[in-house]
């Protein structure tokens, strides 16, 4: 079973930045399509940024521009690099296979949190 531990959430002003890490436990994982998810209260799961199964890259339009989505299959690990950062971004941010996630693979996600 594949383990997926996101992190580098925290609390940062707007116009701030921050870079998430999602961690697989399995060797070669990050090769697949993956992509980040974010659900903020109240609103249901949403994903802000993928790889496609060719290596290309998507964003949602909310995020295009200050959100970049990378890999380092070496570490088996996923990047979101964050600019920009503003209120709306806030929520909790989770790795998974994409555009589908699967179930089994949610973990506890890494919260972000933007001050206005």
């Known amino acids: 079973q594949v383990q997926l531990v996101e992190s580098g959430g925290g609390l940062v002003q707007a116009g701030e930045s921050l870079r998430l890490s999602c961690a697989a436990s399995r060797s070669a994982f990050s090769r697949n399509a993956m992509g980040w998810y974010r659900q903020a209260p109240g609103k249901p799961r949403e994903l802000v940024a993928a790889?496609?199964?060719?290596?290309?890259?998507n964003y949602a339009d909310s995020v295009k521009g200050r959100f970049t989505i990378s890999r380092d299959n070496a570490k088996n690990t996923v990047y979101l690099q964050m600019n920009s950062l503003k209120p709306e971004d806030t929520a909790v941010y989770y790795c998974?296979?994409?555009?589908?996630?699967?179930?089994?693979?949610w973990g506890q996600g890494t919260q972000v949190t933007v001050s206005s």
């Open positions: 790889f496609t199964s060719l290596g290309n890259t």
């Open positions: 998974n296979l994409a555009p589908i996630p699967t179930m089994a693979y």
